[in-house]
């Protein structure tokens, strides 16, 4: 198994709400924060979302080292409903992620299977006989020397698909301590990957909404 790394969640600010109403708690979180509670700490998003509101529940997550927005249904029916379009594929999802390299075409899509590497989990592996379906569009935004700013909609929402997919692709994201390996693990303290914006359907009023953080980096 995977060591896990030290945890040393940032405090500053405890919690930061991009939107809330009845039915709904959207939450930007910071690099470095577990989204639910693990076997290190039970400091977490979630807790900390529960202890401020009392009845958010968790429809996914983003990994610890990656950034950017996370929406918390308020009650089980209002998870449900929100749960079901994950599921369903009916959000739209953008994330902004450094890679390393000089990327040579504008765009393109990595069309991957992905399941777990059980002797080093938490690490996923490519896996064309028992992997699940996983599928990343990519654009670039920015070319900048021997780096490439990219922005990345994946279609399905396997662990560690935009990591893996972005390796496969043979420009690992800047500062992941997992999939990369000597400069370019070495580029940035932390995982530049970022989960710009959030679309989905209100679980109350049923009006499409899109939320978004700027990107930190």
Request: glycine letters at 6%.
């Amino acid at each position: 198994m995977k060591p896990l790394p030290d945890y040393h969640p940032p405090t500053e600010p405890w919690l930061d709400v991009l939107y809330e109403d009845d039915a709904l708690v959207v939450l930007n979180k910071q690099a470095g924060l577990l989204s639910v509670p693990g076997n290190v700490s039970r400091d977490s998003l979630e807790t900390r979302a529960s202890e401020r509101f009392g009845d958010t529940l968790v429809a996914h997550r983003l990994d610890m080292a990656t950034s950017g927005v996370i929406v918390m249904p308020r009650g089980k029916e209002n998870l449900a409903a929100v749960g079901l379009q994950f599921e369903k594929r009916q959000t739209e999802k953008r994330y902004i992620a450094v890679v390393w390299g000089d990327v040579a075409e504008d765009k393109g899509t990595v069309d991957l299977p992905i399941r777990c590497d059980w002797p080093n989990r938490p690490l996923q592996m490519i896996c064309h006989e028992r992997g699940r379906p996983a599928v990343t569009h990519w654009e670039v935004l920015t070319r900048e020397g021997d780096k490439t700013r990219l922005a990345l909609t994946p279609i399905t929402g396997r662990s560690h698909q935009l990591r893996l997919h972005m390796k496969e692709l043979g420009h690992p994201i800047l500062g992941d301590e997992w999939y990369a390996e000597g400069d370019a693990r070495a580029a940035s303290p932390r995982l530049l990957l970022h989960a710009e914006e959030l679309t989905l359907t209100h679980p109350a009023n049923g009006e499409r909404m899109s939320f978004t953080a700027p990107c930190p980096f």
